[in-house]
């Protein structure tokens, strides 16, 4: 079996010389993932262990010590998103905000200052503001659209840029190449939170990006069973800075969970066309519906991000949002009418899920510069069959 394992600066034609790198779909299903060598095992095992027999003082028998360290079933994870990126290094961990969290540490000292988006994810605002603010660690919001507002943002400070695309919950897009060449000018690194897109839709590291960050527990681990997070980068030497943190800060993926985001990694790319292919049709309809003031969907081609979700992403995700013409009262019954799409935070799994961001995901941003409208429902569009969802949604808005 050829070797997936390599990054993006690989030549097209894999090191083995065994033909050309394998396409998404093949590295979601391989990369990582060669059959056990021992017991032929087609998917890696769950090696639930915490300690390596050393064959001699310091030479542990298959490289492995301790499972804080590095663990079989997470390396085969990290391997496989490094792939699925095309970076450098891969890095599992117990969450996105655990990912999020040593991510910053590793790259960010107190006395520093990043620039984050004007709607950044809830509990990323949160990091920020009520973490790592007090820990030393100043924070902008910027309108992330506007690239001239992220360049004006940035201080001598500043070290990185913080940018999620699409944005939730107002599906907002950012030119992930333009802020690439606003982080190169300034010598900060860019970031990009692609738990919304996933790899499948986006790739920031071939768009400019320094670091790819992610909630896996959403579209990679797509079943609503799992937490965990991910970073990955484009050089390795940041990869081994951030391994050591990994190793000391010790936020990692636990073996279980590394081996159903596994799992759910291998549908990654079939589940995405379904998501897409069914938020596209809610959005339409949604689009028509007179009790609807507005719809944020990044495939609409009124929406303002539209071209440049053209030109960087694959399709437009699962993700959809709208306003009520009938204000907060009006959006909250429709997520408690709505029967199919079940009433809940998260996103990225198969079935569909409904919420009220103001009083649910961003609660937490209420009274900041990142409260979101009281009117505006966030869907996360499962792989259901689309008639179902679509009456659903009729029934709960009318
Ligand atoms: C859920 C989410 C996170 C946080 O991830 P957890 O796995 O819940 O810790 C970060 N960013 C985005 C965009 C998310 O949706």
Aim: proline share 7%; glycine share 12%.
């Amino acid at each position: 079996m050829p070797d997936f394992s390599e990054g993006a600066e690989e030549p097209a034609e894999s090191a083995a010389g065994a033909g050309p790198r394998p396409a998404f779909d093949t590295l979601a299903i391989h990369a990582g993932q060669a059959p056990d060598p021992t017991t032929g095992a087609v998917v890696p095992p769950i090696y639930q262990v915490s300690t390596y027999k050393q064959d001699r003082i310091g030479e542990p028998r298959g490289g492995y010590e301790y499972s804080r360290t590095a663990n079989p079933t997470r390396v085969a994870l990290e391997e496989c998103l490094m792939a699925l990126e095309g970076g450098g290094r891969g890095l599992a961990f117990a969450s996105g905000m655990a990912a999020e969290d040593t991510l910053l540490r590793t790259v960010c000292r107190p006395g520093d200052h990043v620039v984050i988006p004007g709607d950044a994810y809830g509990g990323t605002y949160r990091l920020f503001d009520k973490v790592l603010r007090p820990w030393g660690l100043a924070y902008t919001p910027a309108p992330l659209a506007d690239v001239a507002a992220v360049r004006a943002a940035v201080r001598p400070e500043t070290r990185a840029i913080w940018a999620e695309t699409p944005t939730n919950p107002l599906l907002g897009i950012a030119d992930i190449a333009a802020l690439a060449q606003v982080a190169t000018d300034a010598g900060v690194l860019l970031i990009v939170d692609n738990t919304f897109a996933s790899p499948y839709l986006q790739q920031p590291l071939a768009l400019g990006a320094d670091v790819v960050v992610h909630s896996t527990t959403k579209y990679l681990g797509g079943h609503s069973d799992v937490i965990g997070g991910a970073v990955v980068v484009a050089d390795p030497e940041l990869g081994e800075r951030l391994a050591f943190h990994q190793n000391a800060m010790g936020a990692v993926a636990g073996p279980f969970d590394a081996w159903l985001t596994l799992r759910g990694v291998k549908t990654l790319g079939v589940r995405m066309e379904r998501h897409c292919a069914n938020a596209a049709a809610v959005a339409e309809m949604l689009g028509r519906h007179p009790r609807v003031a507005e719809v944020y969907y990044p495939g609409l081609p009124g929406h303002p991000g539209h071209d440049i979700a053209v030109k960087q992403m694959r399709g437009f995700g699962g993700m959809v949002s709208f306003r009520l013409a009938d204000g907060e009262a009006a959006a909250l019954a429709a997520c408690e009418r709505a029967k199919l799409f079940t009433l809940g935070e998260s996103l990225g799994g198969v079935e569909s899920l409904i919420e009220h961001p103001g009083r649910m995901t961003h609660a937490s941003a209420a009274g900041s510069p990142l409260e979101v409208p009281a009117d505006l429902v966030r869907l996360s569009v499962g792989i259901e069959d689309v008639d179902d969802l679509l009456r659903d949604l009729e029934q709960a808005i009318s």
